[in-house]
């Protein structure tokens, strides 16, 4: 089946400093990479969609400065977390989607913790 | 405003007895169903789907089956096992053909007792 990676699957940093999360499509091209956030207890709830080639499309509430997404080619969607805080601290999963219509192929998760 | 909804958080199951976890929606426009499964600390993984056009989609142990006018689907695992605990999210997809995005129900975590 597709494999979607992310690089790193945890990472500690401090408050006011930058981390970058990679998702890669492993054996497939995905035209749309999404990105998700899950809170302890919570649903994944969509921050961003992302096309390759084009900017990405924000969900309402979700800062587009701060969460920085870069889908620069048909494999790879990055997701930067600027200027991080405590309260940014969560579980961020990617998902790739083959097709259009179409189940989506997830990544692992990034637990990110700003300290 | 939660579109997918899992009322029970969780569900406790004597192994090989059947797992019955519900999923409602309220947007009438959703015509594709997806049910995922999650691990701790782990990325969602597929399990399976229906579109609107069936009321019922089996694949080996697993069976969704969606009631349209109830704006409720169900995905039945039988019979249950011990790895079969973990998360599980409904997701819902208007428009699949126009590649709008899915919204998740908030999860129901099955343990299934050996």
């Known amino acids: 089946g597709a494999v979607v990676s992310q690089h790193p699957s945890w990472v500690i940093c401090k408050s006011g400093t930058s981390v970058k999360i990679e998702c890669r499509s492993l054996?497939?091209?995905?035209?749309?990479m999404f990105w998700y956030r899950q809170f302890p207890k919570q649903s994944l709830m969509l921050m961003a969609t992302?096309?390759?080639?084009?900017?990405?499309?924000?969900e309402q509430g979700v800062e587009k400065d701060k969460f920085l997404i870069n889908h620069a080619s048909l494999t790879l969607s990055t997701l930067t977390v600027t200027s991080a805080h405590p309260e940014d601290s969560s579980f961020y999963i990617c998902?790739?989607?083959?097709?259009?219509?179409?189940?989506?192929?997830f990544g692992p998760g990034t637990r990110l913790t700003v300290t | 405003d939660q579109q997918v909804k899992q009322n029970s958080p969780s569900l406790s199951v004597q192994e090989g007895r059947i797992s019955i976890l519900n999923c409602d929606y309220t947007?009438?426009?959703?015509?594709?169903f997806l049910w995922y499964k999650k691990y701790p600390a782990e990325g969602p993984t597929f399990l399976i789907s229906?579109?609107?056009?069936?009321d019922k989609n089996e694949d080996g142990r697993f069976t969704v089956f969606l009631n349209k006018s109830a704006k409720h689907l169900s995905l039945h695992i039988v019979p249950s096992q011990p790895g079969d605990s973990a998360v599980y999210f409904c997701a819902a997809s208007a428009g699949a053909n126009t590649g709008n995005q899915f919204y998740f129900g908030t999860g129901t975590s099955l343990t299934v007792i050996p």
């Open positions: 992302s096309n390759e080639g084009s900017k990405a499309t924000y």
């Open positions: 054996d497939f091209q995905a035209t749309t």
């Open positions: 947007n009438s426009m959703f015509d594709y």
């Open positions: 229906i579109s609107s056009i069936k």
């Open positions: 998902s790739a989607r083959l097709n259009i219509q179409g189940e989506q192929y």
